[in-house]
């Protein structure tokens, strides 16, 4: 159960390393007024990045709380 909550702390922590590194990234590449469908795909994706990321470290914080369950 520790390991469970270090998973899930250090992936919180990635996260809030990350946070600015993506806004900057959709400050740098005119995600504020997209003007091409190119650049608006692009958009989405900075702004997929973040939700996933948020549900990958839960599933991976639940996986190791459910697999120790099972011993």
């Known amino acids: 159960m520790i390991l469970d909550?270090?998973?899930?702390m250090a992936?919180?922590?990635i996260y809030q390393l990350?946070?600015?590194d993506i806004s900057q990234a959709r400050v740098?590449?005119?995600?504020?007024?997209p003007e091409?469908?190119?650049d608006m795909a692009v958009?989405?994706?900075f702004d997929a990045i973040i939700p996933y990321m948020i549900?990958?470290?839960l599933a991976t914080a639940a996986g190791?709380?459910?697999a120790g369950g099972w011993k």
């Open 5 to 8: 909550i270090f998973y899930f």
């Open 11 to 13: 992936g919180m922590i």
């Open 18 to 20: 990350l946070k600015p």
């Open 28 to 33: 740098d590449n005119g995600c504020l007024a």
């Open 36 to 38: 091409t469908p190119g």
């Open 43 to 45: 958009c989405l994706i």
């Open 55 to 57: 549900i990958g470290v």
């Open 64 to 66: 190791y709380v459910t």
